[in-house]
């Protein structure tokens, strides 16, 4: 059974996951690798999530401020060997529901296009896709979505 933690971006089992990650996105970014790269430190990430497999780290998410009332999804990932079995869409709710316990009503991400895997993800998890924002502005392989979050109290 997955179980998830709420930690923060010191956590050493989150830094491996980050560092598997990297080294995937480093391959199928290309040229444009180091690009994205500057927006995806993780040395100050107060709200981050790691998912465990019988106590072996498996996949990690994290949420960081975007506006008053959205917050942004980065450095999703989830281990090659446990793809395909849920671990990301648990961590995915995990940092959702921590948005809204944090009273933001909205998250926000990117995703490259050359991550069919991850646009799958948030199109199943009822994301939706926004006009490029930010630094992704006008980069043409990057996709960016948007998840309205049902904030606590809120009827149907």
Same mark, same amino acid.
């Given at each position: 059974?997955?179980?998830?933690?709420?930690?923060t971006s010191d956590?050493?089992?989150?830094?491996?996951?980050?560092?598997?990650?990297?080294?995937?996105?480093?391959?199928?970014?290309? &040229?444009?690798? $180091?690009?994205?790269?500057?927006?995806?430190?993780?040395?100050?990430l107060k709200y981050?999530?790691?998912?465990?497999?019988?106590?072996?780290?498996?996949?990690?998410?994290?949420? /960081?401020?975007?506006?008053?009332?959205?917050? &942004?999804?980065?450095?999703?990932?989830?281990?090659?060997?446990?793809?395909?079995?849920?671990?990301? $869409?648990?961590?995915? /709710?995990?940092?959702?529901?921590?948005?809204? &316990?944090?009273?933001?009503?909205k998250c926000v991400? &990117?995703?490259?296009?050359?991550?069919?895997?991850?646009?799958?993800?948030?199109?199943?998890?009822?994301?939706?896709?926004?006009?490029?924002?930010?630094?992704?502005?006008?980069?043409?392989?990057?996709?960016?979505?948007?998840?309205?979050?049902?904030?606590?109290?809120?009827?149907?």
């Amino acid at each position: 059974m997955i179980k998830c933690i709420r930690t923060t971006s010191d956590n050493k089992d989150f830094q491996q996951l980050v560092t598997a990650l990297d080294a995937d996105l480093k391959i199928r970014d290309g &040229e444009e690798h $180091s690009f994205y790269a500057q927006f995806n430190k993780i040395d100050a990430l107060k709200y981050v999530v790691v998912a465990y497999d019988d106590d072996i780290a498996v996949g990690c998410g994290a949420i /960081k401020d975007y506006s008053n009332d959205a917050m &942004e999804v980065k450095r999703m990932y989830v281990s090659v060997n446990k793809r395909g079995q849920g671990v990301a $869409s648990t961590v995915l /709710k995990e940092l959702e529901k921590w948005a809204v &316990e944090l009273k933001y009503s909205k998250c926000v991400l &990117e995703t490259g296009k050359k991550q069919p895997e991850a646009i799958a993800l948030y199109k199943k998890s009822n994301y939706k896709i926004i006009p490029n924002y930010g630094q992704y502005e006008n980069v043409e392989n990057s996709v960016c979505f948007e998840k309205k979050l049902k904030v606590l109290g809120e009827e149907d």
